[in-house]
T-cell receptor
Framework: DGGITQSPKYLFRKEGQNVTLSCEQNLNHDAMYWYRQDPGQGLRLIYYSQIVNDFQKGDIAEGYSVSREKKESFPLTVTSAQKNPTAFYLC??????????????FGPGTRLTVL | KNEVEQSPQNLTAQEGEFITINCSYSVGISALHWLQQHPGGGIVSLFMLSSGKKKHGRLIATINIQEKHSSLHITASHPRDSAVYICAVRSPSGSRLTFGEGTQLTVNP
């Protein structure tokens, strides 16, 4: 089955530790996205990548880093510089980034809690 | 003011009722999406619209580009429709989505 996988579903970390969230897709999509969701707020874009080895900052990139070494994978690292890292993180992908009629698919999400 | 506004924020209905969720946006768009998020957190795409109306089962989505407004209708609502419904607009370049805050729908039996 084609889709997007994120692991783990729940993640706990101590304050001051970096943590990397996994996102893998087997849909052969070029574009991948990371969003953050907080209670009472809409999803906010952290980073996105339109092709391998290229990525752009979204609206709330501070304290986060990404890499796109393979088409299938777009890991997100939450660094100790992120002031409020506890949130629900969603990964998504699309076939092509700049084409409006391409549907966007979402992963199941990872809930990160920093203690 | 948010670029994408949804109303209502919360909606409680009885099974069988007709439901309408509204979305207004203030920016240029290339498409509008309606998404459904269940309590577990996963998000499913319901519709992608650039004009007119689309129907899928008991769900209907409409968009008025001139008025910058879209509605999601659910006919004969059922408890399994209980979820958060999210409106999102795609930028004219096609590269980014901007999301509304979501509408929490609860359908009671």
């Amino acid at each position: 089955d084609g889709g997007i996988t994120q692991s783990p579903k729940y993640l706990f970390r101590k304050e001051g530790q970096n943590v990397t969230l996994s996102c893998e897709q087997n849909l052969n999509h070029d574009a991948m996205y990371w969003y953050r969701q907080d209670p009472g707020q809409g999803l906010r874009l952290i980073y996105y990548s339109q092709i391998v080895n290229d990525f752009q900052k979204g609206d709330i990139a501070e304290g986060y880093s990404v890499s796109r070494e393979k088409k299938e994978s777009f890991p997100l690292t939450v660094t100790s510089a992120q002031k409020n890292p506890t949130a629900f993180y969603l990964c998504a992908s699309r076939r092509r980034a700049g084409v409006s009629y391409n549907e966007q698919f979402f992963g199941p999400g990872t809930r990160l809690t920093v203690l | 003011k948010n670029e994408v506004e949804q109303s209502p924020q919360n909606l409680t209905a009885q099974e069988g009722e007709f439901i309408t969720i509204n979305c207004s946006y203030s920016v240029g768009i290339s498409a509008l999406h309606w998404l459904q998020q269940h309590p577990g957190g996963g998000i499913v795409s319901l519709f992608m619209l650039s004009s007119g109306k689309k129907k899928h089962g008991r769900l209907i989505a409409t968009i008025n580009i001139q008025e910058k407004h879209s509605s999601l209708h659910i006919t004969a609502s059922h408890p399994r429709d209980s979820a958060v419904y999210i409106c999102a607009v795609r930028s004219p370049s096609g590269s980014r989505l901007t999301f509304g805050e979501g509408t929490q729908l609860t359908v009671n039996p």
